[in-house]
């Protein structure tokens, strides 16, 4: 069975630039979450999309968006990129309330 | 506020050496509490879900426990690839964070031969 599977697994950029990074759910989830890690800290929520409605949303500026898309794969957009948003980005999909399986992730550097 | 503290920060046992590691948490109303298993680099993994004070669940050397206040995670006999960083995560029934995964910072266990 695939699991959640993320693209690109290394991404680098330049401040100011934008970035797009990618997420395909575990076959029947419907939800889909995603993290920031930074070296040393757990995972931070940035979002919560079900049944492609945003449902939750972290404490990060308006520079990120994030859309989910009929077949429940979704993508996380960040504007206006800052060097202290270098991190690993993890996406995580469950069915709602349940445990949630995440991906490899997508370490973004930003330069 | 919600929160997620875990005890100790880093961890270094010998293979063989039993321990635990702790979760503290406060939240409004437990939906569920869930360990993960950390590689570096890599994307957490999922171990178990609790979801009320007294429950136990358990794989391999792996024993999770749950009160209403933290959670342990006992390591029984540990062996050097159980070395990762644990990481303890609580989800809320109510209020602003309903719904979302609120981590800790993790414990990193070192298994040494």
């Known amino acids: 069975d695939a699991g959640v599977t993320q693209s690109p697994t290394h991404l680098i950029k330049t401040r100011g630039q934008h970035v797009t990074l990618r997420c395909s759910p575990i076959s029947g989830h419907k939800s889909v979450s995603w993290y920031q890690q930074v070296l040393g800290q757990g995972p931070q929520f940035i979002f919560q999309y079900y049944e492609k409605e945003e449902r939750g949303r972290g404490n990060f500026p308006d520079r990120f968006s994030a859309r989910q898309f009929p077949n429940y794969s979704s993508e996380l957009n960040v504007n206006a990129l800052l060097l202290g948003d270098s991190a690993l980005y993890l996406c995580a999909s469950s069915l709602r309330y349940t445990e949630a399986f995440f991906g490899q992730g997508t370490r973004l550097t930003v330069v | 506020e919600d929160q997620v503290t875990q005890s100790p920060e880093a961890l270094r046992l010998q293979e063989g050496e039993s321990s635990s590691l702790n979760c503290s948490y406060t939240?409004?109303?437990?939906?569920?509490l869930f360990w993960y298993r950390q590689d570096p680099g890599k994307g957490p993994e999922f171990l178990f879900t609790l979801y009320s004070a007294g429950e136990e669940k358990e794989k391999e050397r792996l024993k999770a426990t749950l009160t209403k206040k933290e959670s342990f995670l006992h390591i029984t006999a540990p062996k050097p690839e159980d070395s990762a960083t644990y990481l303890c995560?609580?989800?809320?029934?109510?209020?602003?964070?309903?719904?979302?995964?609120?981590f800790g910072k993790g414990t990193k266990l070192s298994v040494k031969p």
């Open positions: 939240v409004s109303g437990l939906r569920g």
């Open positions: 995560a609580v989800q809320a029934e109510y209020g602003g964070s309903q719904g979302n995964l609120i």
